[in-house]
């Protein structure tokens, strides 16, 4: 069924398409002439930028923050998605084909990125990076889901505090999309903030203009709402568990292969290529691991108290109880802890999944599996930890010492700071 949202980027395509712009030369120039002055003023990074996330797994089916583009600045609603690069926005370009937004369309600048530029070139395979028109940059972007973005790359002013109050306004490129196809699981926002690894990543960007350190992460509350950060200076280095970004699966980002333990006890899965991705709602195994886990599942739960519900459509696999169940808390002790292993050298590292971590209350009141058959939306072997997984703990992406980390957290506890961008 693979009902929830799905991040990863599986295609870059290359196209053409000529866009109207509406911003002056005047804005672009002051616009870069205050990026420089930050650039000079933060050459010595010390400080973070620290992000208030709303949304949830369900029933909203995402986290977004609020990002301010433009000259003048608006605001705009993004899907935070570590799975995919590019940020981009739902553009009048005119717009071809777009879909319900919270805000206005956007209006792009008149600064086209080329297609030289390295963060274009970054954009396609090695060998597909062809140039029908040398002083533009065109993209599309498929992802999981079905969904896609087509457009063009450009660079705007984007407004941001740091936590010391500091005010910077760098020009970032961001696509362009006046072509958008809704995926499957579809939600109205004006548009996706990419967090990924590569060089078009806003995190990226940043950093490139020495303007953070190349490290960030977020906190996702199982309640509801969260913060995001870029930087390393909100969080105590060593109280988080620690593993090494793989070198074998370098589009992501990944821990490496894991071996999948549910009640403490190996389940004889192993090697299983796993990557993080705030833009999946929910959690993907492959094929196999999947109908393994969900057939030892089943069989626990024979001897509970609990029913299957294949009337409730919420997800896949939903259970009813002789009452419905207000929240997981009802039903936790019915269910195990899942827990995925990652040897780092002579390390060894689990990422617990307590029942929290993989279940939802239905609006129905049953409880249902949070955990999906990356098959169906053409996953593959990858696995994916979604969001779901990833609630109520910091979890880190540190591109510079090439580790991802994580520590239970209140994630509803924002850090303090004398500025967060809202």
Not at 133 to 143: H, I, V
Not at 156 to 179: K, M
Not at 308 to 332: I, S
Request: with cysteine; charged share 20%.
């Amino acid at each position: 069924m693979g009902k929830g949202k799905v991040g990863l980027v599986m295609a870059l395509v290359l196209v053409s398409f000529v866009i109207s712009t509406s911003s002056s030369d005047e804005e672009q120039m002051s616009s870069s002439s205050s990026s420089s002055s930050s650039s000079s003023l933060f050459n010595h990074v010390g400080s973070s930028l620290l992000f208030q996330v709303h949304g949830n797994v369900y029933p909203t089916g995402y986290y977004n923050v609020t990002m301010y583009i433009g000259q003048p600045a608006r605001p705009y609603f993004l899907d935070l998605d570590t799975g995919s690069d590019l940020t981009w926005l739902q553009c009048d370009a005119p717009c071809v084909r777009c879909v319900e937004a919270p805000h206005p369309l956007y209006r792009p600048s008149n600064d086209l990125v080329p297609c030289e530029d390295p963060i274009c070139a970054s954009l396609h395979a090695p060998g597909h990076h062809n140039c029908e028109d040398p002083a533009q940059c065109d993209y599309e972007l498929e992802y999981a889901d079905g969904g896609s973005s087509l457009g063009v790359l450009v660079k705007d002013a984007f407004a941001f505090n740091y936590t010391n109050g500091q005010r910077l306004n760098p020009r970032l490129a961001l696509g362009c999309g006046y072509n958008q196809v809704p995926g499957a699981s579809y939600h109205p926002l004006d548009g996706i903030l990419g967090l990924g690894k590569g060089k078009s990543s806003i995190v990226s960007q940043l950093h490139s203009q020495k303007l953070i350190r190349n490290v960030v992460g977020h906190c996702l509350s199982g309640g509801g709402g969260g913060f995001l950060f870029f930087g390393d200076d909100l969080y105590d280095s060593s109280r988080v568990v620690w593993t090494s970004m793989s070198s074998d699966y370098t589009k992501y980002y990944s821990p490496g292969v894991a071996e999948l333990f549910f009640g403490g006890e190996t389940t004889g899965l192993k090697n299983l290529p796993v990557v993080f991705d705030s833009g999946s709602s929910y959690t993907y195994l492959n094929r196999v691991t999947y109908q393994t886990l969900t057939s030892i599942m089943k069989k626990e739960l024979s001897a509970k108290s609990l029913k299957e519900a294949p009337e409730d459509e919420t997800l896949p696999l939903c259970w009813k109880g002789r009452r419905p169940f207000k929240n997981v808390h009802d039903v936790k002790k019915c269910f195990k802890t899942l827990a995925l292993s990652f040897t780092d050298g002579k390390t060894r590292t689990l990422f617990e999944l307590n029942p929290e971590a993989y279940l939802i209350i239905s609006n129905k009141g049953n409880v249902c599996l949070g955990i999906l058959n990356g098959a169906e939306v053409g996953l593959q072997d990858l696995n994916v930890i979604g969001a779901i997984s990833m609630q109520d703990r910091l979890v880190i992406f540190d591109n510079e010492k090439q580790m991802i980390g994580w520590m239970p957290t209140n994630c509803d506890q924002i850090p303090k700071s004398k500025a967060m961008n809202t």
